[in-house]
């Protein structure tokens, strides 16, 4: 007969010791036996043993295999597992019925926790990831309750101190995105901290298309302005709006191959007007000259057609970037029907010395290239509403008998904001260096390409015919060779007068037939 403590003893051991090495045992009493008509034998009165039970069942139950750990604990005490599963369950209703499982059970479940926490390698809490995030938690723990600490002492440094780590991210985040913007009411136009990202440019020139249903002009409204020119007492100009630099005259005829920069203020209806050309001087009439020039023209053309307007800024001039896009026009479902559109940023032009970002507009492109006419090409772009200045800029080139001249031009009508003269001057000028210089680096390529294929094709010809010459040199010394082997073979062969092979086949099987 086992006593109950006995039992209780032996199912502590169960619990502690692996399943493999359970040895204890004890001698049940038959008449406890489920079989015998008995309830499984007694149960113990103590608590603490009865729960002993509830964690011996709660090992069974959470091992890898329950079903082999609960026979070979019961076999390892000369039990069934039915009559040790029938003392569990009973264990268990019988704490249920007293309202003490409930109680048990969280006990049990906490301890179980905490021991895996404790030393358990295998288990999710003990986890490489989770110690690191751990460990992170508590150092932010400590930085908190050291900067309470800090702020309780000085709140007004720590204040400080907060702003400044605040702002730190705030750039360390925005820098890259879009340039650290700065909106209303502390900036009168779109201006950022440092230079914008291209992504951002386009995604804003976008935006501001779909968000306002279309761009909005920013030229002041469209008056005749008189002037008085030769002839007449006065006239009336063209109106000023939308394509007012295509009347615009420019006197380049002094240009040469350094950058011109002129400027006027207040005259003929313009508050400002600045104007930059240079001259791309047209080589003599030899013939590699020539394709020079036509390469020359080439490359402005084609700087022209690509907006490629601010490729190489000088390293002297303000930082500067015009970038053209196309957008789909409104209420069109046709991919053909675009609106053509630019930004420009540009160092000084924001508030606070900073970025300022100028929304444009296409207004008007005109072309001429005829046989016998000189080369003309000019495009203009207007301001929209959100930039630094009111105002429309004019791109052009005109063939002339020393050169090509490129210009660029910039026209703020009366009551439009006009950005300083020195900017607008840097501005003009730096882009007519970048177009020409853009020219110059495109022709120099295409002769290089040029001169490289001259020189594969020469290269390749002399290969081919390099080939041909040592294939005719080994015929020729394959048919000395043959003649001389058989001049032997006549001079030493008795019979090599007779013989000649008549190349005539006998019938299949017999082999060849020869005749002498």
Not at 59 to 80: E, F, R, W, Y
Not at 201 to 219: D, R
Request: charged share 25%; glycine share 8%; with cysteine.
């Amino acid at each position: 007969m086992i006593g109950r403590r006995t039992l209780i003893f032996y199912a502590w051991l169960v619990l502690l010791c692996p399943a493999f090495a359970l040895e204890a045992t004890w001698t049940p009493n038959e008449a406890d036996s489920v079989d015998q008509g008995g309830d499984g034998g007694p149960l113990p009165v103590s608590l603490a043993q009865r729960k002993q039970l509830l964690e011996l069942e709660s090992a069974i139950v959470q091992s890898q295999d329950p079903q082999a750990t609960l026979s070979h604990v019961a076999q390892q005490n000369g039990m069934s597992p039915q009559d040790l599963a029938g003392m569990l369950n009973r264990n268990r209703k019988e704490l249920e019925e007293t309202g003490q499982l409930e109680q048990m059970q969280t006990e049990l479940d906490a301890a179980i926790m905490q021991g895996q926490g404790a030393g358990g390698g295998r288990s999710m809490s003990a986890t490489l990831p989770r110690r690191i995030i751990g460990l992170v938690s508590s150092i932010l723990v400590a930085i908190m309750k050291t900067a309470a600490v800090q702020i309780s002492k000085k709140p007004k440094q720590s204040t400080i101190l907060a702003c400044l780590l605040f702002a730190t991210v705030l750039v360390s985040y925005n820098a890259p995105r879009n340039g650290i913007v700065v909106f209303p009411p502390f900036s009168s136009g779109h201006t950022t901290i440092v230079q914008p990202p291209n992504d951002y440019l386009q995604n804003y020139f976008v935006s501001k298309w779909t968000s306002a249903n279309g761009w909005e002009n920013s030229l002041p409204a469209q008056s005749k302005v008189a002037a008085k020119k030769k002839g007449s007492k006065s006239k009336k100009q063209p109106l000023f709006g939308v394509g007012m630099t295509s009347s615009l005259e420019i006197d380049t005829a002094n240009a040469v191959e350094d950058v011109t920069v002129e400027s006027t203020r207040n005259e003929d209806g313009y508050s400002l007007v600045a104007s930059a050309y240079k001259l791309i001087p047209t080589s003599d009439s030899d013939d590699e000259d020539d394709l020079e020039q036509e390469y020359m023209e080439e490359s402005v053309k084609s700087i022209f057609l690509e907006r490629k307007f601010s490729e190489f800024i000088p390293e002297s001039s303000q930082s500067l970037k015009f970038r053209s896009f196309l957008v789909a026009a409104e209420g069109s479902d046709e991919e053909d029907d675009v609106v053509e559109g630019a930004l420009m940023v540009m160092k000084m032009l924001g508030d606070f010395g900073r970025y300022g970002i100028e929304p444009m507009c296409f207004s008007y492109e005109l072309e001429e290239e005829e046989e016998d006419d000189p080369m003309t090409h000019c495009v203009a772009y207007h301001t929209l509403k959100g930039g630094h200045f009111d105002g429309e800029i004019k791109f052009s080139l005109d063939q002339t008998e020393e050169g090509i001249v490129v210009s660029v031009t910039l026209a703020i009508p009366q009551g439009g904001r006009a950005p300083p003269e020195r900017l607008a001057k840097a501005m003009v000028s730096s882009m007519t260096e970048s177009i020409v210089e853009s020219s110059r680096i495109r022709t120099k390529q295409t002769l290089s390409r040029r001169s490289q294929s001259q020189l594969y094709r020469a290269r390749a010809s002399g290969s081919a015919t390099l080939k041909r010459h040592l294939r005719y040199e080994q015929e020729k010394s394959q048919e000395e060779m043959a003649k001389d082997r058989k001049r032997k073979w006549k001079r030493n062969n008795p019979d090599a007068g007779r013989y000649r092979p008549t190349g005539c086949r006998g019938p299949s099987g017999s082999g060849p037939v020869h005749g002498f």
